[in-house]
């Protein structure tokens, strides 16, 4: 079985070897930076390629009339999950329609220090309890190990990882799962073909909508980048051949393993 099994990455090594051209234009699949010195902008004008940015998701908000079929009473729970700034924006403006207050005894779990900092935007966060992870779920799920009396809620998408709730529940811990928003595909009928050598993707439903705006999307010579074990799960499962995957230890984020291919291949 050992033997077989290395076999298997010695053949895909070979493979993903073989694939290593010259890349010259990149889709990253996220909307286009707002910062000048986005490591993308850098890498561009860095390794003169083109990169251009297209979303392959959007999100859509649940309306107040649809929240209130959930049959929520956010002031029932002691602590509100978030994991995103999405979450964060959404949750307040049907706070907002709803006339909810959060108390100031109210917690906050954030999955990020970028996502509790957002918090401001609502609340005075300095007099609010806020506990923060690293920057991923496990991160936070140690927080929530120490805080298994408190009632959650869970504010997510339709779409989300089973990480937190599959803890939650193992724990034994009190928790309401809120959708208010939806992740859906983007529309790319403008674009007819995906004329590209790299394709990055971030999340599983950015596969889904791939296939869903190009059926019979045929890889070839198109390279492609996934972030996160999810996503690469994802691109494997469609049958793809997975060129990057990041973060590596070399390399934490999407722009520096690009560079790191950017390199290798366009010097080959």
Do not use: W
């Amino acid at each position: 079985m050992t033997d077989n099994k290395t076999s298997l990455i010695t053949n895909e090594e070979e493979l993903i070897k073989s694939r290593l051209k010259k890349v010259e234009k990149i889709l990253i699949s996220q909307p286009p930076p707002t910062d000048d010195n986005s490591p993308y902008l850098q890498l561009a004008q860095k390794y003169k390629v083109q990169i251009d940015f297209r979303p392959f998701i959007r999100i859509e908000p649940v309306g107040i009339k649809d929240f209130r079929k959930q049959k929520i009473t956010v002031l029932d729970h002691t602590a509100i999950i978030f994991t995103s700034r999405n979450a964060v924006d959404h949750f307040f403006k049907l706070c907002q329609e709803s006339k909810v207050e959060m108390p100031a005894e109210m917690k906050y779990f954030c999955v990020s220090e970028q996502t509790a900092n957002y918090l401001q935007k609502y609340i005075v966060i300095r007099k609010r309890k806020i506990f923060v992870g690293k920057k991923s779920a496990a991160d936070l799920v140690d927080l929530l190990k120490k805080h298994k009396k408190e009632k959650f809620l869970y504010p997510c998408s339709d779409v989300r990882k089973d990480d937190i709730p599959s803890y939650l529940t193992f724990n034994g811990s009190k928790f309401t799962e809120a959708i208010i928003y939806h992740t859906v595909s983007s529309d790319f009928s403008d674009i007819k073909n995906l004329e590209y050598d790299l394709i990055a993707f971030f999340s599983p439903s950015g596969i889904k909508s791939l296939f869903e705006n190009y059926p019979t999307f045929q890889q070839n010579d198109m390279r492609i980048a996934a972030f996160g074990s999810s996503t690469a799960k994802a691109v494997k499962d469609a049958k793809l051949i997975l060129d990057i995957q990041a973060p590596l230890p070399n390399a934490p984020s999407m722009a520096g393993a690009l560079e790191l291919y950017i390199k290798q291949a366009n010097n080959s």
